[in-house]
C-alpha cells in the first residue's frame, strides 16, 4: 500500500537554528499538506500546497515557516530560526484530488521535533 | 470557520466491552467527516470517513460511525474492544473547496484498554 513518508522520525535542534523537514508524499498525490500537533494539544493545520504553490495556510504559518517541492517527490518545511514553542509533531499528509471526491488525506508517521 | 469537540480527553474500557466515543462539530456546509487513531509513536491513520448517503458507516479494524445531522454529531463506535485499540482517537471535518481539504481536529480522546 502507498504511503507518505517522513524523515527524520525524531530532530533535536538549538534554538535558533533552521531546520527541514521532509516528507515524500504519496507519488500521483496532487495536494500536500503540513499539520503539526503539539504534545497534549489537538492536531492543527499548518499550509496546503498545490502546483507549486501554496494554497492556504493557517496564522501559526508566519514568515518564519516555508515550504518547497525541491523535486517531484519531495516536499519539504523549513522553520528558519527555531523557537522553544516550535518543539511539537509534525505531519505530512497527501491528497489525490481534493473536492467531493478523494476527500481521504493519507498521514506521515510525523517527525518529532524538540527545540532545545 | 469549523470547528470538532471532542469532550471525553480520556476513556478507559474493559476488554470485550463496548466503546463510544463522541464528537460533535461545526459547519456551515454539508460536513465531510472523518476518525483517525493514533497509536503510540505512530501517525494518523483513517479509521473511516462519511461524506453523504448512509448516516452509519464502516471502517477497518471493526469501528462504525453514525453521522446525526440533528445533534451535529458523529460518534464512534465499536461493540467489543481490544487491548490493540489503546490508542488515541481524532475525529475530524474536512473543508472541502478547490484550494484544498483542509482538516480541522478535534481534541482528541485517549482510549485506555484494561484486561
Known amino acids: 500500500e502507498p504511503e507518505v513518508t517522513q524523515t527524520p522520525s525524531h530532530q533535536v535542534t538549538q534554538m535558533g537554528q533552521e531546520v527541514i523537514l521532509r516528507c515524500v508524499p504519496i507519488?500521483?498525490?496532487?495536494?500536500f499538506y503540513w499539520y503539526r500537533q503539539i504534545l497534549g494539544q489537538k492536531v492543527e493545520f499548518l499550509v496546503s500546497?498545490?502546483?507549486?504553490?501554496?494554497?492556504?495556510k493557517s496564522e501559526i504559518f508566519d514568515d518564519q515557516f516555508s515550504v518547497e517541492r525541491p523535486d517531484g517527490s519531495n516536499f519539504t518545511l523549513k522553520i528558519r530560526s527555531t523557537k522553544l514553542e516550535d518543539s511539537a509533531m509534525y505531519f505530512c499528509?497527501?491528497?489525490?484530488?481534493?473536492?467531493?471526491?478523494?476527500?481521504?488525506?493519507?498521514f506521515g508517521q510525523g517527525t518529532r521535533l524538540t527545540v532545545v | 470557520a469549523q470547528s470538532v469537540t471532542q469532550p471525553d480527553i480520556h476513556i478507559t474500557v474493559s476488554e470485550g466491552a463496548s466503546l463510544e466515543l463522541r464528537c460533535n462539530y461545526s459547519?456551515?456546509?454539508?460536513?465531510?467527516l472523518f476518525w483517525y487513531v493514533q497509536s503510540p509513536g505512530q501517525g494518523l491513520q483513517l479509521l473511516l470517513k462519511?461524506?453523504?448517503?448512509?448516516?452509519l458507516v464502516q471502517g477497518i479494524k471493526g469501528f462504525e460511525a453514525e453521522f446525526k445531522r440533528s445533534q451535529s454529531s458523529f460518534n464512534l463506535r465499536k461493540p467489543s474492544v481490544h487491548w490493540s485499540d489503546a490508542a488515541e482517537y481524532f475525529c475530524?471535518?474536512?473543508?472541502?473547496?478547490?484550494?484544498?481539504?483542509?482538516?480541522?481536529f478535534g481534541g482528541g480522546t485517549r482510549v485506555l484498554v484494561k484486561p
Open positions: 499528509a497527501s491528497i489525490a484530488k481534493p473536492g467531493r471526491l478523494n476527500t481521504e488525506a493519507f
Open positions: 507519488s500521483n498525490h496532487l495536494y
Open positions: 500546497f498545490y502546483n507549486n504553490e501554496i494554497s492556504e
Open positions: 459547519y456551515g456546509a454539508t460536513p465531510y
Open positions: 462519511y461524506f453523504s448517503g448512509d448516516t
Open positions: 475530524a471535518v474536512a473543508a472541502i473547496k478547490a484550494a484544498g481539504n483542509k482538516l480541522t
